[in-house]
């Protein structure tokens, strides 16, 4: 079954998902489709009343010329002549074919609203492009005002956007961003489940005391996502209450629910400013029929600049960065028997380090992804920079940097979950100890990729194979390493 | 006037502002003095009960030697001889403002309002009655460490003096009552130094003769974000009488049209910022904590937590400092295109003055932008280990460090926001405009500070600049 699009709640980021990632059709519904030819319909008759009001695009030329007016006849002319650019940008790589879907979703949007006043028949085209490949574009060079860089290579691949007669819109809009910052609230969402699930380990295997995660806590610290943390936290470690340490934990573990707690927070609010922005997308210009806008008007707006984007994964990119430093103190406070109480070094009892049946070094690696992680996530400010030679085109719009960066970071904390699960799981095996029931599944996984070290091997083969298998788990969503974490109270 | 605190309910934003920037006094209330001491009693005779479990600080030692269990006479030994809180070893330039230092201290209440902090009721009069005393200094620098044990020494050095019990001393100096003081400070502020932004953007979109359009009723019903339609709506409320006739006639640039995404990411900030200091201000965040007594546990329990690491606080003020730099970016840009646009006099100079014009102010721009952007930085958890010498206290809590580069990110704000206000008054005045009747009162505020420049013949721009943004300060933290 396609996904129907009919009225902006349809605009999930659910939706998104299945179109981008999955690979799902999309049509629209006949909801849809009136309020389209409806709005194209009045946006004729509004330019035809209107010959000499500024419609940027339609009255006028375009960027840096935007000030010069143009009738019906130069129109034409300029939409003969086409899109000057044929692709601008370059890098090594080119974005997913997903990121690319996700972007056409986004631009989906933007018409099923009427906003746009596209024809139907555009909309219906572009809907269908989605049944095929997606044009190539390279993962660099994007970022200026508006994300028109983008742009011109999906209207180079699908010339309905440039052909359209008469329209507000083709696709001005923040459809990169939105579209990308959908996809990266999904998966954020699962990399947490994930993170919750690996730091539960570590916490078991030093056998913290479970005070720390106390229930009695969640009213109060008063924080709803600090106490969904102490809930999955709790959810994971259920099991009889032996073994646990007589004092307190390292700082590091028992601020755990309170770190944690800040990433859900982080998280819930990627994922609602994402899909509000999928479901509210303005371009420029903008045509509001009265049902849409206060009155029927087309205005020039900042639409293609989505500032609340880059600021939800930005905090996003800080808190995988802060459990990565938590992640980092639990890796060596295992290995460091004074410390965690375990078997120093994680080396069994009788055994020694030199013999290579350990993790023992393996603690060193994280610092220097925690340290790359550091540098990519410092926040993605306005560029102080003028954007180009144009006065008009003054601020470059900074959600993608945003996305790449929060992307590069999340790969990097997935490799450090990896040593931490593997260093975690090695911990209780060297003990014969069992993880607890919750995570019995969750630890299998993490041993096929990355078992107990009884015999010396490249153990940074395991981590990376763990790492890979872990990202994958989190893009595809189809792993037991990703399964929701049950019982919240 | 006098706060009443009765519970946790009464640790409020407006209860701390009162506090804080009114500077008035605290009353335990007598029903709140009762709950504290059924608390302590039931506390103790938890204690008694097995002297040998561990309550962190009290049958153990601290820090370091948490490990170590003490005796009953130990304990009682241990608690005597903390009756005074050691002074505080950060030093520095700067101080936290003293309307901080008494939200620190009534932040420092909520954990013994409802009897949490397992303490006396006289411990909870000693640390009210603070707020009617001589405040300590509290420097900037040197407070990052686990928890907030480095702030709190500095504050509880102040605390008048009084013999200490078991259970008492630990309460003094843990949990994070500083972090929630430095976030509300932020909360508190940020709106005001918001809708000085939205009214000095709202002067350039005008000075700069700039469409309306991107600000239409229609954005705000169309959008679904509750942050943007509010930031539309204060946009807007500035132009209520406003023409459209007399402004450019096709788009303005990308930074006039962006103006309303941009607040609206401010306003987000702000609104977390006031959300998660709100959370902060009446959580419980003491270590360890007393659960209090229920039906199944009729003594209640200690338990050992992170409450004193506030993990709200450092991402809440980076977001503000990160905006803050935002919004010096879009003054700047305002301000060079006021100065280089083609429809108004080049430099905004007056014909009949002596030619220079105020292009000087587009160049202070980019210091106080570059300034803010640095500011800007995020604040991670430190990746020192500091004082985790034998493994315990291995990660410091990074908020005193997001509200020292906050207190350099306002300012900045202020003095792009004065300069961009500066050469928009000088745009109407060279081309003998007014702006929108809502602005006229703002405009008239910066010409007493910056009056317009005809000749620099016996002006100091400096001086007059940095008046107007202490007035704009002034404003941003009285509102």
Sequence with gaps: MPVSLNEPDDLTLIN????????????????AIRTISDSNKAFREYVSARPNEFIYGTTSDYGPNAKNRINDKERQRLKKIGVPFLGLSFDDKNLPESAVRSMVFAILGLFLRGGSAVSPKTARTLAKRLDGPMPKIPAGGLTSPGEILPLFYLLRAFPELVNEPLCASSGNTAFCSVGLAGIDAITTQRRLTLAQKVFALSFEAIQAPLEHIDPALKPLWNDPYEAVAIDNLSHCLKGPLINRRPFQAPVSYRILPRILGQALRAS????????????????????FTDALGSKVETISTGGYHNARIPQALDGVSMSWVDLAELARRHIIKLHKGPVSKLPDRLVRLGDHYRAGRTTSYLEFVPADFVDQMRRLSEPTLLLAAEAGASEQDDINANGYIACRNQRQVAYLFDRIMAVLGGVASHALDIQDRQAPLELANFVAEIRKDFPPVTKKRIIGNSAARLAHRMSDAIDNGNSVMTETIADRV | MTVVLDSRKDFTLENLRRVSVTGESVLISPGAKKAIKRSRQSFMAYLDSDRTQFIYGTTSEAGQGASKRINPEQQRQLARSRSRVRPGGGFGLEYVPERVVRMIIFAR?????EGNAKARPIEAQRIASMLDRPLPKLPLSGQVGAGEILPLAHVMNFLPEGETEEGEWMARINGSPVSSALLCDVALTARGHLSLATQIFALSVDAYAAPLTPYSASLVRYARNPHEKRALRNLRWWFKTSSHHGRIAHQAPVSWRILPAVL??????VAIAEETASISLSSVTDNPVYILPTQSEPLGRAISTGGYHNAQAAPAIDDINARFADLCTLADRHTMKLHSADHLPANLADPKGDGWGTGLLSFLQVGYGEEARHAARRSFLPPSEGGGIAGQNDVASPSMFAYQKHTRSRFCLEASLALLASSASQAFWVTNRKPSARLVPILECVR???????????RDMGNELHALQQYFQALSLSN
């Design chain 1, 16 to 31: 998104l998902e299945r179109v981008a990632v999955k690979g799902e059709k999309i049509r629209f519904g006949e909801t």
């Design chain 1, 268 to 287: 819930e609010r990627l994922y609602r400013c994402s899909e509000e922005s999928l479901q509210s997308m303005v371009s420029n210009p903008m045509f």
């Design chain 2, 109 to 113: 209440l909520a954990n013994y309002i």
């Design chain 2, 264 to 269: 609206g990411a401010v306003e987000e900030a």
């Design chain 2, 448 to 458: 007493d500070y910056v009056p317009p420049l005809t000749s620099t013949v016996g």
